[in-house]
């Protein structure tokens, strides 16, 4: 470097002092940090907006979610409880499109909860290892099915508790399976993608960040009719593959942006 191309420290902070501070809130600002520099999750922060105000504007944004993503389903491949049980415990830390890769082949040498629970653990894990975990993936697998058999004469059950009580099962897996095999809309899937979007469509108050699930689902499910609990899981993933991702969310292409705080407050 010649020393006529180099800049003093004073002439840059200078620079930066005259230039205009660009309007942004301060999860745009913790998520256009690049991953590793990241030192902590993008925290909620309490809005003046009223209970009454959150919800009226929870209810505008599902109606928007409806005439975008009207047939909105579940991305995971399946043809009965047991594949959809299966396939969302593969999904942690992976996702849709490499378990609907895998899941073929499995559920070939495996069609149901007693194949499943009389498989040998190596054999399980080479066929899983792709989607990641796989070892405690094999437990969880194995766990369950041996369970299912056990408990439920091999037929996977249909209330939260009983799917609660089988291993690799959280409340995730078993709104998801509730929700779109049983159509029961026990409560909401939040996974990554509906976490972040909570986070910045300004919904919630009492969560510490978007990666707290519980809180989360306690927050969204009383701003919205239990009705559309499922529909809004898989409209919200939907949402979040398609518009607003986590590294440059399409704000100008967002049918929800006239009620997301977070619009337009992401620069690259």
């Not at 959280?170 to 998801?176: E, F, L, P």
Request: some cysteine.
């Amino acid at each position: 470097m010649n020393r006529s191309s180099a800049k003093s420290p004073k002439s840059a902070k200078s620079k930066r002092a005259s230039t205009p501070a660009r309007a942004t809130s301060q999860v745009a600002k913790d998520l256009r940090k690049p991953a590793g520099k990241r030192s902590v999750r993008p925290s909620v922060r309490k809005s003046s907006e009223s209970l009454s105000e959150r919800a009226a504007r929870a209810r505008r944004i599902l109606s928007a979610l409806r005439a975008t993503y009207g047939d909105a389903d579940c991305a995971l491949r399946h043809r009965s409880a047991f594949e959809l049980l299966v396939a969302t415990i593969l999904s942690a830390q992976c996702t849709d499109e490499r378990v609907n890769q895998v899941t073929p082949a499995l559920f070939a040498a495996y069609p149901n909860p007693a194949a499943l629970a009389h498989a040998k653990p190596a054999e399980l894990e080479a066929a899983i290892r792709s989607t990641g975990f796989y070892r405690n993936k094999t437990k969880s697998l194995l766990g369950m099915a041996r369970l299912v058999v056990e408990k439920h004469g091999g037929e996977i059950p249909a209330t939260m508790d009983e799917l609660l009580r089988l291993p690799g099962v959280a409340r995730k897996t078993a709104n998801c399976v509730l929700g779109t095999w049983f159509r029961q809309n026990a409560g909401i899937v939040v996974d990554t993608h509906v976490g972040r979007l909570a986070l910045r469509l300004g919904l919630l108050s009492a969560a510490r960040d978007d990666k707290d699930a519980v809180k989360i689902e306690q927050e969204l499910m009383p701003l919205f009719p239990r009705e559309s609990w499922t529909f809004l899981s898989h409209a919200l993933i939907d949402h979040g593959r398609a518009i607003c991702t986590a590294r440059k969310p399409r704000c100008e292409a967002c049918s929800l942006a006239p009620d997301c705080p977070s619009a337009g407050t992401f620069h690259a």
